[in-house]
């Protein structure tokens, strides 16, 4: 996992804070214990809007970035127990169980064990407040206020982490399109939208109710853009934003209406389009798929499977 940016590995804890610092923000990182570093490493990436690092402890540690000011910060467990804290409420994150912190208030990873490994994900604090206005329909006046403890069994934040799996496929892919501002730009949205949809925050019931009812010519003009469209990197928020209306009331005019989510719907419409090319032979699996907006391949194929009943190969095939 982000083995094509590496950063620090098994030098002295000052090396490791001087990185971790100039990847993230200004922290207070301190050894708790005797012991050497040996293990120790630290991977990361910045795109545009975000910042990702793999930190594995090497030794117990203590991290207090304190108020960062910077972004909203996630870290998910990857192996161990991280105790966490933010503004007197505790948590400890594990696997399955992540931890959010918001930029105005203060945090700290009280231990990190030796041999625990989290990734760091940093998103910034305008992406967020933005697609939460989108999302909302409505300007949004005061910062979000996430819990702090982040279950992620739940169906939404399993969504959520697939996300996450699927950007850091990218990032590790020499031939990724994550590098293109269009792809860049929908993972780094589709990432802070699924965190406001999966986690609870101070405008969740918000986002659960409320807001102006769609109307059909609501939805007839995101199925207009989506037909027009299809290849764009869309959002939940981009759909809602066409619509005129919050995301919860789209999904509920859709459902009603189409039968799916807006966003099944426009998976089913960017998947016929690659169907309809594989079956006339006019491209390879690799150039319809990208072209029609899927960038991961084995998800891609799965997806297809289950709307066609066989693999892109096969149509290909056929259509030659």
Do not use: K
Not at 103 to 115: F, I, M, V, Y
Not at 136 to 147: D, I, N, S
Not at 158 to 184: C, F, K, N, Q, T
Not at 293 to 314: C, D, K, T
């Amino acid at each position: 996992m982000l083995s094509r940016y590496p950063i620090w590995e098994g030098g002295a804890v000052e090396e490791f804070r001087e990185e971790l610092n100039t990847l993230f923000y200004p922290a207070r990182v301190e050894p708790l214990g005797d012991g050497g570093a040996r293990g120790g490493l630290l991977r990361g990436v910045r795109t545009e809007h975000l910042t990702v690092g793999l930190m594995r402890f090497g030794r117990p540690t203590l991290v207090d970035p304190g108020r960062t000011g910077a972004g909203y910060h996630v870290n998910v467990t990857l192996a161990g127990r991280i105790p966490s804290a933010s503004d007197g409420e505790e948590t400890v994150a594990t696997v399955g169980r992540a931890a959010v912190f918001a930029p105005h208030r203060g945090h700290r990873l009280e231990h990190c064990p030796a041999g625990a490994v989290q990734l760091g994900i940093q998103v910034d604090r305008r992406l967020v407040d933005t697609e939460l206005e989108v999302l909302l329909g409505r300007p949004v006046r005061a910062p979000v206020e996430f819990a702090l403890d982040f279950d992620l069994s739940s169906p939404a934040a399993r969504a959520w982490r697939a996300g996450l799996d699927l950007l850091l496929a990218e990032l590790d892919r020499p031939d990724g399109l994550i590098w293109s501002a269009a792809v860049r730009s929908y993972h780094e949205r589709s990432l802070a939208t699924g965190l406001l949809l999966a986690q609870r925050h101070s405008y969740t019931e918000a986002l659960q109710g409320g807001g102006t009812p769609a109307t059909p010519r609501s939805v007839r003009r995101v199925i207009d853009l989506v037909q027009g469209h299809p290849q764009d990197p869309h959002t939940l928020g981009d759909l809602a934003r066409t619509a005129g209306v919050s995301a919860r009331r789209l999904q509920e005019a859709f459902r009603e209406h189409v039968g799916s989510t807006p966003m099944e719907y426009l998976r089913a419409v960017r998947l016929d389009r690659v169907h309809d090319e594989l079956r006339a032979g006019t491209s390879s699996v690799t150039e319809a798929a990208h072209r029609w907006g899927f960038s991961h391949p084995s998800r891609f194929a799965a997806a297809y499977r289950a709307r066609f009943g066989v693999l892109p190969s096969v149509t290909a095939r056929e259509g030659r």
